[in-house]
């Protein structure tokens, strides 16, 4: 069974500060994905990350895929409100998803 | 509306009843799946189809049953609901790709709004 350690689980923070979320495996995954929840609905993905050493940015989002496919982190800058979530890292592995057990973020106005 | 559909929406029930929440999808996918997400826990996986006729155990099956009526139904049941399996259920989607060292992976997984089942 392949496990993703996700931290922190909690965070709390002002509006307009940085933070990173980190996941990190044993394993190897073919790719990693981080998806978003909000209270109510499902996860939506954010972003596929799939070259060891890949950086994505989607707008003040970046997003960065281990050298050796086994971990990944998410940071934000300048945190804004509408950026409180839960945060789920979810690796691919053969045939199924493995899921982190998610951030919950607060972003304070 | 939604490319996949959960329902119900919200549900309470006894111990020892059996519960039947449905799923639908219109992204005409081959792969669904059943996870369970409680507090802490993250999403865990119940079970999971590739096609009509392939029906896997996830990492929590004891207590579930699945039937995949069609491509773009997947149900899962509770035959004697407990109050442990109180839960935030979802079903999800995929396509299948390929990749040269695992071979087939599951690609973005679609979800559906989720189903809250209280069990009492």
């Known amino acids: 069974t392949q496990l993703l350690e996700q931290s922190p689980q909690f965070l709390s923070i002002q509006e307009g500060e940085n933070l990173t979320v980190y996941c990190n495996s044993s394993s190897v995954f073919s790719s990693l994905q981080w998806y978003r929840q909000e209270p109510g609905e499902g996860p939506v993905l954010l972003v596929t990350v799939v070259t060891g050493g890949e950086v994505k940015k989607l707008k003040r989002l970046t997003f960065q895929f281990g050298d050796a496919r086994k971990d990944s982190s998410l940071h934000i800058t300048a945190a804004q409100p509408g950026d409180t979530g839960l945060y789920l890292c979810s690796g691919a592995g053969s045939y199924q998803l493995t899921f982190g057990k998610g951030t919950k973020l607060s972003v304070i106005p | 509306d939604a490319d996949v559909t959960q329902t119900p929406r919200n549900r309470i029930t006894k111990t020892g009843k059996r519960i039947m929440l449905e799923c639908s999808q219109t992204?005409?996918?081959?792969?669904m799946y059943w996870y369970r997400q409680d507090p802490g826990l993250g999403l865990r996986l119940i079970y999971y189809s590739f096609d009509v006729k392939d029906i896997n155990k996830g990492e929590i099956s004891d207590g579930y049953s699945v039937s995949r009526q069609a491509q773009a139904k997947f149900s899962l049941s509770l035959e004697s609901a407990i109050p442990n399996q109180t839960a935030l259920y979802f079903c999800?989607?995929?396509?299948?790709?390929?990749?040269?060292?695992?071979?087939?992976?599951?690609?973005?997984?679609?979800f559906g709004e989720g189903s809250r089942l209280t069990v009492l």
């Open positions: 992204k005409g996918h081959d792969r």
């Open positions: 999800a989607t995929s396509e299948l790709k390929s990749d040269p060292y695992f071979g087939g992976v599951a690609g973005e997984l679609f």
